[in-house]
T-cell receptor, first 114, second 112 residues
Framework: DGGITQSPKYLFRKEGQNVTLSCEQN?????MYWYRQDPGQGLRLIYY???????QKGDIAEGYSVSREKKESFPLTVTSAQKNPTAFYLC?????????????FGQGTRLTVV | QKEVEQDPGPLSVPEGAIVSLNCTYS??????FMWYRQYSRKGPELLMY????GNKEDGRFTAQVDKSSKYISLFIRDSQPSDSATYLC????????????FGSGTRLQVQP
């Protein structure tokens, strides 16, 4: 089945630790995105990538880092510099590198700082 | 001021009602408009996608875009309890940053 797979579903992090969230897609999509969702709020863009080996900051990139070494993979690292990382993280992809088509989402990773 | 405004609700309706969900936006560069449905603790699911102004119908769902008013709507006919979810509008530009900008979502409850 084609789709977007995010792992893990739940993740717990101690203060001061870096953690990496996985996002893999087998849809052959060019563009990939990371969004953060907080309770009662919409999705806010963290980073996006239109092609392999290239990515751009979104609205809330501070404290996060990404890489795009393969077309199908776009991992997100939440660093210790992110002061309030507890949130629901969503990865998405779009077949058009300009994002001018539908974007499809994974099922999300819920990150909690303990 | 946010680029995309959406009433958070909750909106409660009886089963079988027609539901109207709306978003307004401020950036005239938005040309691509989408509606997503999100169940609790799940990823958003694409419902409707429209380009520029006009209407689009898919089963019980109708999406409308009025670019002159910077206003988009999603109508749900014959609403069902299974439609209870959060509905997110999203839009994209044809110039500049190419990533979706989302509204905050409207929580809908359809009472049986």
């Amino acid at each position: 089945d084609g789709g977007i797979t995010q792992s893990p579903k739940y993740l717990f992090r101690k203060e001061g630790q870096n953690v990496t969230l996985s996002c893999e897609q087998n849809l052959n999509h060019d563009a990939m995105y990371w969004y953060r969702q907080d309770p009662g709020q919409g999705l806010r863009l963290i980073y996006y990538s239109q092609i392999v080996n290239d990515f751009q900051k979104g609205d809330i990139a501070e404290g996060y880092s990404v890489s795009r070494e393969k077309k199908e993979s776009f991992p997100l690292t939440v660093t210790s510099a992110q002061k309030n990382p507890t949130a629901f993280y969503l990865c998405a992809s779009s077949i058009n590198p300009q994002g001018l088509t539908e974007a499809f989402f994974g099922q999300g990773t819920r990150l909690t700082v303990v | 001021q946010k680029e995309v405004e959406q009433d958070p609700g909750p909106l409660s309706v009886p089963e079988g009602a027609i539901v109207s969900l709306n978003c307004t936006y401020s950036n005239s560069a938005f040309q691509y408009f989408m509606w997503y449905r999100q169940y609790s603790r799940k990823g958003p699911e694409l419902l409707m996608y429209t380009y520029s102004s006009g209407n689009k119908e898919d089963g019980r769902f109708t999406a409308q875009v009025d670019k002159s008013s910077k206003y988009i709507s999603l109508f749900i006919r014959d609403s069902q309890p299974s439609d209870s979810a959060t509905y997110l509008c999203a839009m994209n530009r044809d110039t500049g940053r190419r990533a979706l900008t989302f509204g905050s979502g409207t929580r809908l409850q359809v009472q049986p």
